[in-house]
Structures are given as C-alpha cells and as structure tokens.
C-alpha cells in the first residue's frame, strides 16, 4: 500500500492512500490556499518525523478550487 503526502508551508500534513483522496482534501480544505503543493508517497505508514518519500507529483490547486495533480513520473 502507498501513502500519499502533501506538506504546506506552515508543517500542516495530509496523508492518504489515494491520489483521489488528496485532491478531494486540497480541493475542500478551506485552510490550503491555492498555490502548488509537492506530493510524496511512501510505502510504510508515515511517522511525523520521518521525511518523506519520492516526490511522486505536483497538486496545483486553483483560485476556483479546483485542484490539478500531475505526475511526475507514471504509475
């Protein structure tokens, strides 16, 4: 199973087991602004104090709230 991080500026964390998860929460949380946010995934369960992992992609989210993730690499 896989583990998706998104970090923002002040140390606030999401973590998820889908990339559907994290857009919904992006996109719904009115405490991330819109802006670009790097999203990270692991393969354990995430500790707070470990780093993350492989950057996996980019999450854009958009004035309008919508929110864009693209890929860094496939799969």
């Known amino acids: 199973m896989a583990y998706y991080h998104v970090v923002d ?5 999401l973590v998820s087991t889908s990339p559907g998860e ?8 009115p405490s991330w602004q819109p802006g670009r946010y790097a999203v990270f995934v692991t393969d354990t ?4 104090l470990r780093p ?3 950057c996996w992609s980019m999450a854009v989210k958009h004035p309008d709230g ?3 993730l693209i890929p860094d690499r496939p799969g």
């Open 66 to 68: 919508s929110v864009d």
């Open 9 to 13: 500026a002040a140390g606030t964390r």
């Open 52 to 54: 993350p992992g492989n």
């Open 45 to 48: 369960v995430p500790t707070w």
């Open 22 to 29: 994290i857009r919904r929460w992006l996109r719904d949380g």
